[in-house]
């Protein structure tokens, strides 16, 4: 099964903005590739086919408790992973299920609120 990457239009955005302050995201977001390809339930199961993966910040040497969150939906059936959100943990401690909930619903991969 080959892992199919799809950033979700929240997900750019908030990247572009994170690229601003963050200049090396680039490259954390290729080595959060190669760790979804490896494993792609690799993140903490947040239910309902969502996960939430901790991320090293190259742009900073807090490593990962000073790094990034990402916040995905794999798919399991076609190999798709749904890049879902990305946050700093130093702009914000956690995501919120509701504004999970509308990700997922904007993008048509949730109509129901999944095991929260």
Same mark, same amino acid.
Not at 2 to 26: N, V
Not at 74 to 99: M, Q
């Given at each position: 099964?080959?892992? #199919?990457?799809?950033?979700?239009?929240?997900?750019?955005?908030?990247?572009?903005?994170?690229?601003? #302050?963050?200049?090396?995201?680039?490259?954390? /977001?290729?080595? /959060?590739?190669?760790?979804?390809? /490896?494993?792609?339930?690799?993140?903490?199961?947040?239910?309902?086919?969502?996960? #939430?993966?901790?991320?090293? *910040?190259?742009?900073?040497?807090?490593? #990962?408790?000073?790094?990034?969150?990402?916040? =995905? =939906?794999?798919?399991?059936?076609?190999?798709?992973? =749904?890049?879902?959100?990305? =946050?700093?943990?130093?702009?914000?401690?956690?995501? *919120?299920?509701?504004?999970?909930?509308?990700? /997922?619903?904007? *993008?048509?991969?949730?109509?129901? *609120?999944?095991?929260?």
């Amino acid at each position: 099964m080959s892992l #199919k990457l799809i950033p979700t239009p929240e997900f750019a955005r908030s990247a572009r903005r994170l690229h601003k #302050k963050f200049r090396l995201l680039h490259r954390d /977001l290729e080595i /959060l590739r190669a760790e979804l390809e /490896l494993d792609p339930r690799a993140g903490i199961d947040l239910g309902g086919g969502c996960f #939430k993966l901790r991320l090293p *910040n190259s742009s900073s040497a807090t490593g #990962k408790s000073g790094g990034f969150q990402v916040v =995905y =939906y794999f798919r399991g059936a076609d190999g798709a992973v =749904y890049l879902l959100d990305i =946050y700093s943990k130093t702009e914000l401690v956690t995501i *919120n299920e509701r504004r999970l909930l509308e990700i /997922l619903r904007a *993008n048509g991969l949730a109509t129901t *609120n999944p095991r929260w």
